[in-house]
């Protein structure tokens, strides 16, 4: 899939896929999320859509689950550990916590963090129209 990355203005950095676009900026305007903030995002709401997809496949409700990541830095401000907890209503079977575990698990980019990908960064000149 490709992404078409461009530079609205001001400190902005805009990503276009599939008819999307996620707006970034930096903190001195903050008119949006840091890319790195929507980078750490995408671990947990990832997750989340494994929990959801059990829970619907299984008829257990949603309403109250919700997951808390916690993000662990080491002294050079890189992210060291990333803690997932997701949190059940009391109501909740016990006998799925382990499956619910499990399936957040599953998190493609959680997999994709565990074995990452190379890089090539290139440059190319193109014609303006």
């Given at each position: 899939m490709d992404m078409i990355i461009d530079f609205p203005g001001g400190s902005r950095v805009d990503a276009h896929f599939r008819g999307h676009t996620v707006a970034t900026d930096q903190p001195t305007v903050d008119s949006a999320p840091m890319p790195?903030?929507?980078f750490l995002a995408s671990i947990g709401t990832c997750a989340g859509i494994y929990v959801l997809g059990f829970c619907k496949q299984r008829n257990l409700p949603t309403?109250?689950?919700r997951?808390?990541?916690r993000n662990h830095a080491a002294s050079n401000g890189m992210?060291?550990?990333i803690d997932l907890e997701i949190?059940?209503?009391p109501a909740f079977p016990t006998q799925y916590y382990d499956a619910l575990v499990r399936s957040a698990e599953l998190?493609?980019?959680k997999k994709t963090l565990e074995n990452p990908p190379s890089f090539e960064?290139?440059?190319t000149k193109v014609e303006m129209a």
């Open positions: 790195f903030e929507i309403e109250g689950i997951i808390v990541q992210v060291q550990k949190q059940v209503p998190c493609k980019v960064v290139t440059t």
